[in-house]
């Protein structure tokens, strides 16, 4: 903790779910989930897989709305500013070289000399997950959401994302969908579908 923000405790971020439904080709994903889940650092979205995991994610980050109901993702009674990471780490970028990923997203390339001079094929899958993350961690966003952040990871890919994770969250908000059981014992909050 910085001196000065020594004996500060920023406010909680606030998700609140309310009868909240969605329908995709007439098949119900997601019903009636209600709730208020506060949190400071993490957040859980925890379930098997195809329960609703990733579509709940993406309604909080605004790319899909609800069927009905609402939901809200706020801190100081404000909606947050959110940056969604998406489980297939190719998915994060569109021009698929590095500098021209950075230059989109109005980052210096000094923060990411290992990534800088390369294209996204040369990166492994762990690799990409990575350089996801620390590109939202940039951003001028509160809060990631993260889909599925150790699907398909070797245990030291694994190890290096679970250390990032839990780093991010000491400056940011983030909600993670998994189901996985890595980051439940530093969560604050889970929400189980």
């Known amino acids: 903790m910085n001196k000065e923000n ?3 405790v920023n406010p909680p971020f ?3 779910l309310d ?4 329908v995709k080709n007439h098949q119900s994903i997601i019903t009636e989930l209600s709730g208020i889940k506060s949190f400071y650092k993490l957040c859980l979205i925890k379930g098997r897989v195809g329960c609703g995991k990733t ?3 993406k309604m909080i980050a605004g790319i899909y709305t609800p ?3 609402d939901l809200s993702l706020t801190r100081n009674n404000r909606e947050c500013l959110k940056y969604f990471v998406h489980a297939n780490p190719e998915f994060n970028f569109v021009t698929g070289n590095i500098a021209d990923e950075l230059q989109i997203a109005g980052l210096s390339q000094e923060k990411f000399v290992d990534y800088a001079n390369r294209d996204v094929s040369e990166l492994s899958g762990g690799e990409l997950k ?3 993350i620390l590109i939202a961690l940039e951003s001028d966003r509160e809060v990631l959401l993260i ?13 290096a994302v679970y250390e990032l994770i839990k780093s991010v969250s000491e400056k940011k908000g ?3 969908a998994t189901h996985e059981n890595i980051l439940d014992h530093i969560a604050e909050n889970v929400i189980f579908l």
């Open 14 to 16: 606030f998700l609140t």
């Open 6 to 8: 020594r004996g500060k």
């Open 174 to 176: 983030i909600i993670v």
């Open 19 to 22: 009868t909240v439904n969605y």
């Open 147 to 159: 889909d599925e952040p150790f699907e398909m990871l070797d245990d030291t890919e694994m190890d």
């Open 55 to 57: 579509t709940l994610l």
């Open 67 to 69: 069927s009905s109901g």
């Open 130 to 132: 990575k350089l996801s």
